[in-house]
């Protein structure tokens, strides 16, 4: 091409169509983050014979017991799925029912000492693995992506876990 001769100037971008764009790739960022805690969750749990489902539910009952009705919300499990779940861990010693001083139709899931022990170990492992992935990025980074997160999940109209029921530390 000469100097006379130019390319043609790109066709300026929609400000929605960017907007959508950067929709599509937040939303796709989020689904693959998502499997990839899944895995972590996965690998933490496997080398003590858990399954996701029961890291998250012991992590959950890390500080306090709980309810049936508010695990129900946090894991995102119906009545039968969560007693399911509730009752294998409960068989392999890691949890207690007891009974709830507010309803003395309901019971309250609590971690037995055997299960305050795993429940440690496994949200110790989860949270390396999870810094590791992290590693690369830097401390305003790290800040800016749990701000925003933490912005996001807040926005959500199924809200997760509070806070307190994911200490730092177990």
Known sequence: ???????????????????????????????????????????????????????????ALSSGPVGMSELSRWLRLGKSGLTGLVDRVERRGLLARTPDADDGRACRIALTPAGEELAGRAHAEVTARIAGMAAGLAAGERAALTDAVTRILDAAPCRTPSPEAWPDQV
């Open 1 to 59: 091409m000469t100097t006379e001769q130019t390319a043609p100037a790109p066709a300026p971008v929609k400000a929605a169509e960017a907007d959508d764009a950067a929709a599509a790739g937040l939303a796709s960022a989020l689904v693959r983050l998502t499997q990839m805690l899944q895995h972590v969750l996965a690998e933490a749990g496997r080398g003590h014979g858990l399954t996701p489902q029961q890291v998250q539910l012991l992590c």
